[in-house]
């Protein structure tokens, strides 16, 4: 129940293109859900975050759809950028345990 | 604001001896830091979790005895790898969070290498 599941493993966009990463959840609890991006080598950075009081959460070019019922999530990247390369991993946690539950990540490749 | 900074970004060292890695919050105070490792091509796997002046709680199958925490102040925590093993050689990654139940922050990472 606490697992978060993430998909694609990995996804491969032409430039200009639309990115689309799926993550689902089982505990109801979970309030907070973060995107973060990773470039290899480094450390993660947060991209976008969504609580469920709301549906969507746009910042750029960087959407996150969120479906309470379905329990379900989704990072969209617009317009996707070669600079977009890295490995996204999306989380959840409740205001209660601030422990993230992480998925397993997904390698974006932009191609040029 | 919110930046994490670790030191070293990497080390390598002989099988036996022990490594202190920092993690420092540089523009806020964080009561609650964490310890992270990452193996290749997968997900972060919490370590341990630290609050300032207080023992660090540690996530199942991590031994406390060889992963030494400490968190002195509330932009500082340590981590030690005692008498260091080839099988411990990772990306170690620390975070901060501000207060219970919001953003962590992460730091650049340590890559260790034990020969």
């Known amino acids: 129940q606490q697992q978060v599941k993430q998909s694609p493993q990995s996804l491969i966009v032409q430039k200009g293109g639309i990115s689309i990463i799926n993550c689902a959840y089982e505990n109801t609890a979970f309030d907070y859900f973060p995107w973060y991006q990773q470039f290899p080598g480094k450390g993660p950075a947060l991209l976008i975050a969504i609580r469920p009081d709301v549906s969507e959460k746009k910042e750029g070019r960087f959407t996150i759809s969120f479906n309470k019922s379905a329990k379900q999530f989704s990072l969209h990247i617009m317009d996707s950028q070669p600079g977009d390369s890295a490995t996204y991993f999306c989380a959840a946690s409740t205001r209660s345990n601030y422990q993230l539950i992480w998925g397993a990540g997904t390698k974006l490749i932009i191609k040029p | ?115």
């Open chain 2, 1 to 115: 604001g919110a930046v994490v900074s670790q030191h070293p970004s990497w080390v390598i060292c002989k099988s036996g001896t022990s490594v202190k890695i920092e993690c420092r919050s540089l523009d806020f105070q964080a009561t609650t830091m964490f310890w992270y490792r990452q193996f290749p091509k997968q997900s972060l796997m919490l370590m341990a979790t630290s609050n300032e002046g207080s023992k660090a709680t540690y996530e199942q199958g991590v031994e406390k005895d060889k992963f030494l925490i400490n968190h002195a102040s509330l932009t500082l925590s340590t981590l030690t790898v005692t008498s260091a093993h080839p099988e411990d050689s990772s990306f170690y990654i620390c975070s901060a969070q501000r207060g219970t139940g919001e953003t962590q922050y992460f730091g650049p990472g340590t890559r260790l290498l034990v020969l």
